[in-house]
């Protein structure tokens, strides 16, 4: 099995839309041009290209790229609407940046989250005639999602509608301009001393869940839940240990939609009789026979509007469903397989920042002879090196200066700089490893940082440890907590548009819902609680000038606070222990406790990665390790 979860793991997609896009024959405006001609055909005044795939996954494998190769914009969010005369590309503040320089002139960005951009449903009724026509393709398109596009155009009283068009448009066009092929990896058992938790007790939960909700079935289209409640890992998605999947859960059967070729003898038994396999291409016909002829139906809310349709509307439930909850909700076997992989992963980071330290101090000029590419490249390395690690959990974000405004900023190994001694470096990167999944930002300077940038950094740090020191009441949701990490800032004027934390998977995704810490309405939907795992990740950027985040994993605990309030509290404890650069502190704009808190966080550092760097024989690293960190000089 261990042999078997290499092979499934080890080597994911890695060709993107956007590099598929650079080898394209066509041009942004041909494709545009190819586009309309058959909208046109298709009598649709509008076509919707969203982001994601059948399964709603962040994470795209190649051939589900459509949106990046549409428009050239590779951010992971977005959603492009092309009229015949207009192409409009939404994406959120992460993303204004990277979209501005990736696209051309076909195209306009729409700025989601400001209060002068409509959004989609309403800019749909701003474009489209009366009468007029918007399709999509009904499995890439939430259910929830759909309907709300439909009761806006409705409501206009317009004669305006979305339709379903079945065959995807995007594609038509992207068959006949070498669109890659799918890959599909060999799906690997997650054993128990990684998932803590069999099969049949998630079932049992699963099932317990459905009664209490009235439901006799459960129908599971995300990918990271499929994989979660069968303990089984893939590499059909770059970054995520996932495959293609569609499962349904009745009181009677469990099935599992997959393509019968990933699935290895070992798989079969690990199943066993409690779980039927199905072809994954014969979902959509097969499903609707497998559902009970009574009984509500469950449906997460990412389940596609193709999916939901398969059912009469009366008979479904649309609502988180109980995995993503079960599975936000780390066991003890999970948690501390996220601590044991945190501690390997820092052991790579002590290593690579030693080393890009040694470059700068060997270098003549202001200027190293490495890239951001090619650094990025040796901190994955070294990550290799570490025991049972599987993949990169995200394409590294390595911003030299300039580049680290731009939020998920993606160097390209023709066009990225050099790394230089004179600018800020921002490197944010993670990992999958068998025992838990990483991910890590830290903000340094390899010269002498100046002091507006030794400003901006400490506001961001006292958010940071401002967020993490802070004990909670039960019950309080991430997005009653996010103004706890900009304060600082606030209180300076600035501020950072993304939110401040995310959830993590457990060698599954690096972004995993449903909670998160942030000022968006959804991240108050549903409360921390404890064996949740998220980041600590404020931030600071200056278009054209330095980017500034300062990322932790950090895992919520119970914890015990004096006082007469008689409710539990909780807190963050951080799962990250890598050090922080102390020549970015301008300590005067620290507290005493604001002290204390980073003198102990360092001091854990090196009691918990020192070790392993000693059993490494990485004699080098460990001193490193030990000269940074040191308790802060107070000035």
Same mark, same amino acid.
């Given at each position: ?11 994911? *997609?890695?060709?993107?839309? =956007? @590099?598929?896009?650079? +080898?394209? #024959?066509?041009? %942004?405006?041909?494709?545009? $041009? &190819? ?20 399964? *709603?996954?962040?994470?795209? =494998? @190649?051939?589900?790229? +459509?949106? #990046?190769?549409? %428009?050239?914009?590779?951010? $992971? &969010? ?26 051309? @002139? ?41 309907? @709300? ?487």
């Amino acid at each position: 099995a261990a042999a078997a979860a290499a092979a499934a793991t080890t080597q994911p *997609q890695t060709t993107t839309a =956007a @590099a598929a896009s650079s +080898r394209s #024959a066509m041009t %942004s405006t041909a494709r545009l $041009s &190819a586009l309309r001609t058959l909208m046109k055909n298709a009598n649709l005044d509008a076509y919707i290209v969203p982001s994601e795939d059948a399964h *709603q996954s962040e994470y795209l =494998a @190649a051939p589900d790229d +459509r949106r #990046a190769y549409i %428009s050239g914009f590779t951010g $992971s &969010a977005g959603c492009a609407i092309v009229s015949h005369n207009a192409a409009a590309m939404f994406t959120d503040g992460r993303y204004y940046a990277q979209a501005l320089k990736e696209m051309d @002139a076909s195209w306009t960005l729409m700025r989601t989250g400001d209060r002068t951009t409509p959004t989609q449903d309403v800019y749909l009724k701003q474009i489209l005639p009366a009468g007029g026509r918007a399709g999509i393709d009904p499995k890439l398109i939430a259910y929830p999602a759909f309907e @709300a596009i439909a009761a806006t155009l409705k409501k206009a009283g317009q004669g305006q509608e979305i339709v379903p068009v079945l065959d995807n448009l995007v594609d038509a066009v992207w068959n006949s301009d070498g669109k890659p092929l799918a890959t599909r990896a060999p799906i690997a058992v997650h054993p128990p001393q990684y998932a803590g938790q069999s099969v049949d007790s998630k079932l049992a939960e699963v099932r317990k869940a459905m009664a209490a909700r009235g439901c006799s079935s459960l129908v599971v289209s995300a990918l990271d839940e499929v994989a979660w409640l069968f303990n089984l890992r893939g590499g059909d998605i770059p970054f995520n240990p996932v495959f293609f999947a569609y499962a349904v859960v009745s009181q009677a059967e469990a099935v599992l939609y997959v393509h019968p070729e990933q699935v290895s003898p070992d798989v079969s038994a690990h199943l066993g009789r409690g779980v039927q396999l199905r072809p994954y291409d014969e979902f959509f016909t097969d499903v609707p026979t497998r559902v009970p002829a009574e009984g509500d139906i469950w449906i997460g809310p990412k389940c596609s509007y193709a999916l939901a349709a398969l059912f009469p509307k009366e008979r479904l439930v649309e609502h988180e469903t109980c995995i993503t909850h079960q599975k936000a909700v780390k066991n003890e076997i999970e948690l501390q397989g996220i601590r044991n992989c945190h501690i390997r992963d820092a052991a790579a980071l002590c290593e690579f920042f030693l080393w890009l330290e040694q470059q700068a101090a060997e270098a003549n000029g202001p200027e190293l002879q490495h890239t951001e590419v090619t650094v990025a490249d040796k901190l994955e390395a070294l990550r290799r090196e570490q025991s049972d690690f599987v993949s990169l959990s995200f394409d590294t974000i390595s911003g030299m200066g300039p580049n680290g405004a731009i939020i998920h900023y993606h160097a390209k190994r023709e066009s990225c700089s050099r790394i230089r001694k004179d600018q800020l470096y921002l490197c944010d990167s993670g990992a999958q490893y068998r025992d838990g999944t990483t991910d890590v930002t830290r903000t340094v300077h390899l010269g002498q940082p100046t002091l507006y940038e030794k400003r901006c950094f400490t506001l961001v740090l006292k958010g940071h440890i401002n967020l993490c020191r802070t004990p909670f009441v039960e019950g309080t949701t991430g997005l009653a907590l996010d103004a706890l990490a900009r304060q600082a800032l606030w209180e300076h004027g600035l501020d950072y548009r993304h939110g401040t934390g995310h959830g993590v998977g457990a060698f599954l995704n690096v972004h995993e819902g449903p909670i998160g810490i942030s000022f968006r309405p959804s991240a108050g939907r549903f409360p921390l609680l404890a064996g949740m795992v998220v980041t600590d990740e404020p931030g600071y950027y200056e278009d054209e000038k330095f980017g500034i985040r300062i990322e932790n994993v950090v895992e919520v605990k119970r914890a015990t606070v004096k006082g007469n309030f008689d409710g539990q509290f909780l807190a963050f404890e951080a799962m990250t222990f890598f050090p922080i650069q102390a020549k970015l502190i301008d300590t005067a704009l620290l507290s005493p406790a604001e002290v204390q808190w980073l003198d102990h966080y360092h001091s854990q550092c090196l009691q918990k990665v020192g070790p392993v760097l000693a059993q490494q024989g990485r004699t080098s690293a460990l001193a490193w390790l030990e000269a940074n960190t040191k308790p802060l000089r107070v000035m």
